[in-house]
Protein backbone atom coordinates (compact mmCIF):
# COMPACT_ATOMS: atom_id res chain seq x y z
CA UNK A 1 0.00 0.00 0.00
CA UNK A 2 1.47 3.22 -0.98
CA UNK A 3 1.89 5.67 1.73
CA UNK A 4 1.22 9.50 1.87
CA UNK A 5 4.76 11.51 0.86
CA UNK A 6 6.71 12.31 3.26
CA UNK A 7 4.23 11.15 6.70
CA UNK A 8 6.96 9.81 8.50
CA UNK A 9 9.61 12.66 7.99
CA UNK A 10 6.48 14.94 9.41
CA UNK A 11 6.32 12.55 12.15
CA UNK A 12 9.54 12.84 13.04
CA UNK A 13 9.74 16.80 12.93
CA UNK A 14 6.46 16.68 15.31
CA UNK A 15 8.16 14.45 17.59
CA UNK A 16 11.39 15.85 18.01
CA UNK A 17 9.86 19.54 18.45
CA UNK A 18 7.10 18.29 20.72
CA UNK A 19 10.43 16.51 23.17
CA UNK A 20 12.30 19.45 22.68
CA UNK A 21 10.01 22.16 23.92
CA UNK A 22 8.67 19.79 26.70
CA UNK A 23 12.61 21.20 28.19
CA UNK A 24 10.85 24.30 28.64
CA UNK A 25 9.87 23.38 32.17
CA UNK A 26 10.84 26.48 34.33
CA UNK A 27 8.95 28.63 31.66
CA UNK A 28 5.49 26.47 31.72
CA UNK A 29 5.45 27.44 35.92
CA UNK A 30 5.89 31.01 35.39
CA UNK A 31 2.86 30.61 32.84
CA UNK A 32 0.95 28.72 34.88
CA UNK A 33 1.08 30.91 37.62
CA UNK A 34 -0.02 33.65 35.33
CA UNK A 35 -2.47 31.89 33.95
CA UNK A 36 -4.42 31.10 37.63
CA UNK A 37 -4.45 34.76 38.26
CA UNK A 38 -5.83 35.56 34.95
CA UNK A 39 -8.43 33.02 35.41
CA UNK A 40 -9.56 34.09 38.89
CA UNK A 41 -9.90 37.85 37.52
CA UNK A 42 -12.09 36.96 35.05
CA UNK A 43 -14.22 34.83 37.15
CA UNK A 44 -14.67 37.13 39.50
CA UNK A 45 -15.19 39.63 37.01
CA UNK A 46 -18.26 37.13 35.72
CA UNK A 47 -19.48 36.26 39.09
CA UNK A 48 -20.16 40.14 39.79
CA UNK A 49 -22.07 40.63 36.62
CA UNK A 50 -24.05 37.06 37.25
CA UNK A 51 -25.11 38.27 40.94
CA UNK A 52 -26.50 41.01 40.00
CA UNK A 53 -28.78 39.28 37.37
CA UNK A 54 -27.97 35.68 36.34
CA UNK A 55 -30.83 35.40 33.94
CA UNK A 56 -29.52 38.39 31.70
CA UNK A 57 -26.88 35.57 30.15
CA UNK A 58 -26.78 33.17 27.61
CA UNK A 59 -24.83 30.94 29.69
CA UNK A 60 -25.39 29.49 33.26
CA UNK A 61 -22.26 30.44 35.85
CA UNK A 62 -20.73 26.88 35.80
CA UNK A 63 -20.71 27.09 32.32
CA UNK A 64 -18.78 30.29 32.31
CA UNK A 65 -16.09 28.67 34.76
CA UNK A 66 -15.91 25.72 32.93
CA UNK A 67 -14.97 27.47 29.88
CA UNK A 68 -12.28 29.73 31.25
CA UNK A 69 -11.01 27.53 33.54
CA UNK A 70 -10.23 25.35 29.86
CA UNK A 71 -9.01 28.12 28.08
CA UNK A 72 -6.45 28.70 30.71
CA UNK A 73 -5.73 25.32 30.54
CA UNK A 74 -5.17 24.74 27.16
CA UNK A 75 -4.03 27.94 26.39
CA UNK A 76 -1.32 27.37 24.03
CA UNK A 77 -3.44 25.49 21.79
CA UNK A 78 -6.01 27.93 20.91
CA UNK A 79 -3.95 31.53 21.33
CA UNK A 80 -3.16 33.73 18.12
CA UNK A 81 -0.62 35.82 20.04
CA UNK A 82 2.07 32.71 20.45
CA UNK A 83 4.98 33.68 17.63
CA UNK A 84 7.22 31.16 15.93
CA UNK A 85 10.00 33.11 16.03
CA UNK A 86 11.94 30.58 14.08
CA UNK A 87 9.79 31.03 11.36
CA UNK A 88 9.59 34.69 11.40
CA UNK A 89 13.52 34.91 11.50
CA UNK A 90 14.15 32.33 8.90
CA UNK A 91 12.16 34.39 6.21
CA UNK A 92 13.40 37.66 7.53
CA UNK A 93 17.12 37.25 8.07
CA UNK A 94 17.32 34.98 4.65
CA UNK A 95 18.18 31.56 6.42
CA UNK A 96 15.09 30.03 3.99
CA UNK A 97 17.46 29.70 1.29
CA UNK A 98 18.91 26.24 3.59
CA UNK A 99 15.31 25.17 4.46
CA UNK A 100 14.11 25.23 0.92
CA UNK A 101 17.07 22.76 -0.06
CA UNK A 102 15.80 20.53 2.11
CA UNK A 103 14.16 17.04 0.90
CA UNK A 104 10.89 17.80 2.78
CA UNK A 105 8.04 20.43 1.88
CA UNK A 106 8.50 24.24 3.69
CA UNK A 107 4.78 24.12 4.60
CA UNK A 108 4.42 20.48 5.87
CA UNK A 109 7.53 21.13 8.23
CA UNK A 110 6.34 24.49 9.31
CA UNK A 111 2.74 23.00 10.18
CA UNK A 112 4.69 20.25 12.33
CA UNK A 113 7.03 22.56 14.12
CA UNK A 114 4.00 25.54 15.29
CA UNK A 115 2.14 22.48 15.99
CA UNK A 116 4.17 20.39 18.02
CA UNK A 117 5.26 23.71 20.32
CA UNK A 118 1.91 24.42 21.13
CA UNK A 119 0.80 21.01 22.09
CA UNK A 120 4.14 20.62 23.96
CA UNK A 121 3.33 23.68 25.82
CA UNK A 122 -0.18 22.89 26.77
CA UNK A 123 1.24 19.77 27.70
CA UNK A 124 3.37 21.05 30.46
CA UNK A 125 0.53 23.53 31.73
CA UNK A 126 -2.78 21.72 31.53
CA UNK A 127 -2.15 19.18 34.33
CA UNK A 128 -1.73 21.70 37.46
CA UNK A 129 -4.50 24.07 36.10
CA UNK A 130 -6.90 20.88 35.92
CA UNK A 131 -6.05 19.48 39.36
CA UNK A 132 -6.66 22.39 41.12
CA UNK A 133 -9.22 24.01 38.88
CA UNK A 134 -11.26 20.60 39.41
CA UNK A 135 -10.14 19.48 43.06
CA UNK A 136 -9.09 22.37 45.18
CA UNK A 137 -11.31 25.14 43.99
CA UNK A 138 -14.34 26.02 46.52
CA UNK A 139 -17.93 26.04 44.92
CA UNK A 140 -18.82 28.21 42.42
CA UNK A 141 -15.10 28.16 41.69
CA UNK A 142 -14.66 25.51 40.74
CA UNK A 143 -14.80 24.04 37.05
CA UNK A 144 -17.83 20.95 36.57
CA UNK A 145 -15.94 17.52 35.65
CA UNK A 146 -17.47 16.66 31.36
CA UNK A 147 -20.58 15.43 31.97
CA UNK A 148 -20.02 12.34 30.12
CA UNK A 149 -17.65 10.35 28.43
CA UNK A 150 -19.02 11.51 24.42
CA UNK A 151 -19.03 14.52 25.43
CA UNK A 152 -15.11 14.80 26.42
CA UNK A 153 -14.65 13.18 23.50
CA UNK A 154 -16.09 14.90 21.62
CA UNK A 155 -13.93 18.15 23.14
CA UNK A 156 -11.00 16.13 22.28
CA UNK A 157 -12.23 16.31 18.38
CA UNK A 158 -13.02 19.31 18.52
CA UNK A 159 -9.90 20.12 20.57
CA UNK A 160 -7.72 18.94 17.79
CA UNK A 161 -9.67 20.21 15.01
CA UNK A 162 -8.93 23.76 16.61
CA UNK A 163 -5.02 23.14 16.87
CA UNK A 164 -5.20 22.37 13.24
CA UNK A 165 -7.26 25.52 12.24
CA UNK A 166 -4.96 27.69 14.45
CA UNK A 167 -1.87 26.81 13.02
CA UNK A 168 -3.42 26.76 9.42
CA UNK A 169 -4.39 30.22 10.66
CA UNK A 170 -1.00 31.18 12.06
CA UNK A 171 0.97 29.83 8.36
CA UNK A 172 -0.77 32.55 6.35
CA UNK A 173 0.65 35.59 9.07
CA UNK A 174 4.03 33.79 8.46
CA UNK A 175 3.82 33.47 5.10
CA UNK A 176 2.34 37.35 4.78
CA UNK A 177 6.19 38.44 6.32
CA UNK A 178 7.31 37.15 2.67
CA UNK A 179 5.98 40.56 1.18
CA UNK A 180 6.29 42.47 3.94
CA UNK A 181 9.53 44.69 5.86
CA UNK A 182 8.30 43.79 9.47
CA UNK A 183 5.42 40.88 11.52
CA UNK A 184 5.39 43.51 14.43
CA UNK A 185 2.04 44.89 12.23
CA UNK A 186 0.73 42.02 11.13
CA UNK A 187 1.02 40.23 14.83
CA UNK A 188 -0.49 42.77 17.02
CA UNK A 189 -3.32 42.86 14.29
CA UNK A 190 -4.12 39.75 13.47
CA UNK A 191 -3.58 38.87 16.86
CA UNK A 192 -6.14 40.95 18.80
CA UNK A 193 -8.48 40.44 16.40
CA UNK A 194 -8.62 36.83 15.76
CA UNK A 195 -8.12 36.22 19.68
CA UNK A 196 -11.58 38.75 20.22
CA UNK A 197 -13.60 36.65 17.23
CA UNK A 198 -12.81 33.34 18.58
CA UNK A 199 -13.77 34.13 22.11
CA UNK A 200 -10.96 34.43 23.95
CA UNK A 201 -11.74 37.67 25.68
CA UNK A 202 -15.70 36.99 25.88
CA UNK A 203 -17.19 33.97 24.80
CA UNK A 204 -19.18 34.48 21.39
CA UNK A 205 -22.55 34.09 23.44
CA UNK A 206 -21.67 37.18 25.15
CA UNK A 207 -22.34 38.97 21.94
CA UNK A 208 -25.23 41.33 20.34
CA UNK A 209 -26.98 38.64 18.24
CA UNK A 210 -25.70 40.48 14.71
CA UNK A 211 -22.21 40.60 15.77
CA UNK A 212 -22.06 36.18 16.86
CA UNK A 213 -24.02 35.01 14.05
CA UNK A 214 -21.45 36.90 11.98
CA UNK A 215 -18.42 35.90 14.08
CA UNK A 216 -20.05 32.17 14.24
CA UNK A 217 -19.27 31.64 10.73
CA UNK A 218 -16.01 33.31 10.47
CA UNK A 219 -12.69 30.53 10.96
CA UNK A 220 -12.31 32.19 14.34
CA UNK A 221 -15.18 30.47 15.71
CA UNK A 222 -13.53 27.05 14.75
CA UNK A 223 -10.79 27.84 16.97
CA UNK A 224 -10.82 27.81 21.25
CA UNK A 225 -14.45 29.08 20.84
CA UNK A 226 -15.97 25.16 19.74
CA UNK A 227 -14.27 23.34 21.81
CA UNK A 228 -14.79 25.09 25.43
CA UNK A 229 -18.27 25.32 24.61
CA UNK A 230 -18.46 21.66 23.77
CA UNK A 231 -16.98 20.81 27.41
CA UNK A 232 -19.31 23.87 28.71
CA UNK A 233 -22.25 22.06 27.58
CA UNK A 234 -23.44 25.16 26.11
CA UNK A 235 -23.02 23.38 22.94
CA UNK A 236 -24.38 19.49 22.60
CA UNK A 237 -26.01 16.95 20.41
CA UNK A 238 -26.47 18.12 16.81
CA UNK A 239 -25.29 21.78 17.72
CA UNK A 240 -21.92 20.05 18.23
CA UNK A 241 -21.78 17.93 15.50
CA UNK A 242 -22.79 21.17 13.45
CA UNK A 243 -19.32 23.20 14.58
CA UNK A 244 -16.98 20.17 14.30
CA UNK A 245 -18.31 19.80 10.70
CA UNK A 246 -17.41 23.83 10.78
CA UNK A 247 -14.16 23.46 12.05
CA UNK A 248 -13.24 20.68 9.34
CA UNK A 249 -14.66 23.07 6.65
CA UNK A 250 -11.91 25.55 7.61
CA UNK A 251 -9.31 23.51 8.15
CA UNK A 252 -9.49 22.04 4.81
CA UNK A 253 -9.94 25.51 3.33
CA UNK A 254 -7.08 27.14 5.73
CA UNK A 255 -4.33 24.41 4.75
CA UNK A 256 -5.26 24.92 0.62
CA UNK A 257 -4.95 28.32 1.04
CA UNK A 258 -2.11 28.24 2.91
CA UNK A 259 -0.45 25.35 0.47
CA UNK A 260 -1.26 27.64 -2.62
CA UNK A 261 -0.48 31.17 -0.87
CA UNK A 262 2.80 29.48 0.28
CA UNK A 263 4.21 28.74 -3.26
CA UNK A 264 3.37 31.71 -4.84
CA UNK A 265 5.35 33.05 -2.20
CA UNK A 266 8.70 30.80 -2.67
CA UNK A 267 8.41 31.89 -6.69
CA UNK A 268 9.51 35.49 -5.39
CA UNK A 269 12.13 34.32 -3.18
CA UNK A 270 15.37 35.48 -3.96
CA UNK A 271 18.83 34.04 -2.46
CA UNK A 272 21.76 36.44 -2.72
CA UNK A 273 25.33 34.95 -2.10
CA UNK A 274 27.09 31.63 -2.12
Known amino acids: ?60 FSQTVSYIWMQQAFLALFM ?13 EGSIAYEMVRPVGLYGRWFCQAAANRLARAALRCAPILAVALLA ?5 RMAPPASAGRLLLFLLSALLSLGVVVAFSM ?7 YTLSPLGVRLIVATLSDFLAGATVPLPFFPDPLRAAAELLPF ?13 NIAGAGAWEGIALQIFWLAALLLAGRLLMGRALKRVVAQGG
Open 172 to 178: LMYISLF
Open 80 to 92: MWFWENDIAAAIA
Open 221 to 233: AAMQNMPLRIYSG
Open 137 to 141: LPEPY
Open 1 to 60: MRRLPHVKEYAAIFRMRFINSLQYRAAALAGVATQFAWGFMEILAFSAFYRASPEAFPME
